[in-house]
Each structure stands twice: as C-alpha cells, then as structure tokens.
C-alpha cells in the first residue's frame, strides 16, 4: 500500500464514521428494532466500514496510473 492509498483510506473512514453517526443522531431508528441504526456504535461502525470501502477503491486508481505512466 502507498502512502496516499492509506490516507485515502483512513479520511473514508473518519468521514463515514462521522456520517453513520450524524445519520443515527437526525434519522435513527423509531422502533429500536432496527439493526444499524438503532445503536449509535453501530451505525458510527457500520459508516465508518462503508466509507473505508467507499474510498480504499479509489485508492487502487492511483496505482494504475503510476504504472501506466511508466509503460
């Protein structure tokens, strides 16, 4: 892993666990039955997956096109 593909995809993390928080605290759950967004832990988790994912597929573009350029 480059050193941008790892800060690419520790701010997807921040920034998703922000979101699934932000989401649990104006949406949540109503009913409390809901499985992610009923706890605030796991809504912040499941953000903070989602954006970690979400960014860490754009990170691997970065070594496509250091390689490319090479060729």
Same mark, same amino acid.
């Given at each position: 892993? =480059?050193?941008?593909?790892?800060? !690419?995809?520790?701010?997807g993390i921040a920034i998703g666990a922000l979101?699934?928080? !932000? ?7 109503? *009913?409390? =039955?809901?499985?992610?967004? *009923?706890?605030? !832990?796991?809504s912040t988790l499941y953000g903070a997956l989602?954006?970690? !994912?979400?960014?860490? =597929? ?14």
């Amino acid at each position: 892993m =480059t050193r941008k593909s790892i800060i !690419l995809t520790a701010l997807g993390i921040a920034i998703g666990a922000l979101g699934g928080w !932000l989401y649990y605290y104006y949406v949540g759950c109503q *009913s409390g =039955t809901c499985a992610i967004t *009923s706890r605030p !832990l796991n809504s912040t988790l499941y953000g903070a997956l989602m954006g970690g !994912l979400l960014l860490n =597929t754009f990170s691997g573009d970065f070594a496509n096109q250091r390689s490319d350029k090479d060729n």
